[in-house]
């Protein structure tokens, strides 16, 4: 198998506060400042992808949500706004995108929202050196805000590309460690994660090694690389812009050494067929059970998925968006730092 050297690249670019008159919760918002306010993310964005193709980048990955619509995605009150802003952006940050891949002749993997028939999609779009889109994912693993007024994709598509197939995920799917096992059960040597929530270095590590792929993660601080030996390529900090690039041999990346005693025994020298060939798939049923044996420790319900405690989550977030207009502290975060396990 000849090794062939490819440069896999990451972007990362810090989460910015919303300017009060593109947030649809202020009083002073306006659809124009919105307008402008997103457009300017997808040029902030679209920097770092340039920086990536200076740097010889065959591939380079953006953060979620590149046109900056996270308020717009939960203002229920008029929900048209986010809904028009999405029909207008999304062809801006296509031909922004594709016209960055064509220049650099390097592969783009973009996120942002996309319309399609009567549903709006959380997608990562593929683009290929020419600046066509080579394939596009519609995030599957939706946080329940996000399905207010944003409908889930049904499956995990690898793209064939001159680097290898490629799998793509977004933020929220990391938390479920199937989602990357089906790209890589699917082909995808290299899985690219845009994200609005940093990954852990050990998750991404995790992903790496488990599924034998390259995992290029771009997120508001931490951004990652690494190779399916679990070794970190390429780890930003918590500066507010970066741009990574690590030099992967995708081909020749999960042969093990000649001396391994894996390679002996099963004859098999690379990790990643073997594991396939000896996968034990008929013990693996409960992975597909809508209704595995641990749900049944939990009451039935209970999520805020109804119109009813939609509206009541809704309400609590929009005061607490309105406390923080107003330069107030917000009562809730983000964090499980704090968390023990226990009541307090």
């Not at 990536?52 to 380079?60: F, K, M, R, V």
Request: charged share 25%.
């Amino acid at each position: 198998m000849a090794a062939k050297t490819v440069r896999l690249s990451t972007t990362q670019r810090s989460w910015r506060p919303t300017p009060p008159n593109a947030n649809p919760f202020c009083e002073a918002f306006s659809l124009e400042a919105a307008r402008a306010h997103s457009r300017a993310s997808v040029d902030e964005h679209a920097a770092l992808v340039a920086r990536a193709g200076e740097q010889g980048a065959d591939l380079t990955v953006t953060g979620e949500g590149i046109e900056g619509l996270s308020y717009a995605i939960t203002y229920l009150d008029d929900p048209s706004i986010f809904c028009t802003l999405v029909q207008e952006l999304s062809e801006y940050c296509r031909e922004t995108m594709s016209a960055l891949a064509k220049r650099h002749r390097m592969h783009v993997v973009a996120c942002f929202y996309e319309a399609q028939d009567d549903a709006i999609y959380n997608s990562a779009v593929l683009f290929g050196r020419d600046g066509a889109i080579l394939g596009r994912y519609h995030k599957v693993n939706l946080p329940i805000y996000e399905t207010w007024l944003v409908t889930n994709g049904d499956s995990f598509p690898v793209f064939d590309t001159d680097l290898g197939p490629v799998g793509l995920l977004i933020c929220y799917d990391e938390m479920w460690p199937e989602a990357a096992s089906c790209l890589a059960l699917n082909g995808a040597k290299i899985i690219c994660h845009p994200s609005a929530a940093v990954i852990e270095e050990h998750t991404a590590r995790t992903r790496s090694m488990d599924n034998q792929v390259f995992y290029v993660s771009s997120t508001p601080a931490r951004s990652i690389i690494t190779a399916p030996n679990a070794q970190v390529l390429a780890l930003a900090g918590d500066e507010p812009e970066a741009v990574l690039t690590a030099d992967a041999d995708v081909a020749t990346a999960t042969l093990s050494p000649e001396n391994f005693w894996e390679y002996v025994y099963s004859g098999l020298r690379d990790h990643r067929e073997r594991h396939l060939k000896l996968r034990q798939a008929a013990a693996y049923r409960v992975l597909s059970d809508p209704n595995p044996p641990a749900l049944r420790a939990y009451p039935d319900g209970g999520l805020a998925n109804t119109p009813e405690r939609i509206r009541e989550v809704y309400e609590k977030q929009k005061a607490d968006y309105q406390r923080s207009l107003r330069g107030e502290k917000s009562q809730y975060e983000w964090k499980w730092s704090d968390w023990s396990g226990g009541s307090k």
